[in-house]
């Protein structure tokens, strides 16, 4: 292939196309009142983002943002613009940051409970090293309350 269709392919994979929500398991048990609605869009919104980026780097003759970054780096940022725009679309739940800005050990997503007129987080609730009070298992969604 010539150095046009390398660069058409390129450009084509600059331009994100929507989440299928056809490709999500309709029976997923979702924490926090989260749907797969909520996730479906806050994916589309990296999509988006992934794009607006990739289209500058390739204005300018970069690689894709995929391309130059590390996979583990690739995949912090994901999970970081995840853990950001999902409450965007979900209200019940926000980011739980730690105390350098990001969501990392400490952090991830949290559920939102009504306390009188305002919503409450609880992420003091979950147990000191990240694990659930009951079973021990790991705490991977990222806040924990036993109180509804």
Request: hydrophobic share 35%; net charge negative.
């Amino acid at each position: 292939m010539g150095d046009e269709g390398l660069k058409h392919r390129e450009r084509a994979a600059c331009t994100p196309e929507p989440v299928a929500a056809a490709g999500f398991n309709l029976g997923a048990d979702l924490p926090y009142g989260l749907t797969i609605e909520h996730v479906r869009l806050a994916m589309n919104d990296f999509t988006d983002f992934l794009g607006f980026v990739n289209q500058q780097l390739f204005t300018r003759d970069m690689e894709r943002l995929e391309s130059i970054v590390m996979p583990a780096n690739f995949s912090s940022i994901v999970g970081e613009f995840m853990s950001s725009r999902i409450p965007k679309h979900c209200p019940s739940t926000f980011p739980v940051r730690d105390g350098v800005g990001g969501a990392t050990a400490g952090g991830g997503l949290a559920f939102r409970r009504q306390v009188g007129d305002e919503p409450e987080d609880d992420h003091g609730e979950r147990h000191p090293h990240g694990l659930r009070e009951d079973d021990g298992e790991l705490d991977l969604q990222g806040g924990y309350s036993d109180r509804s």
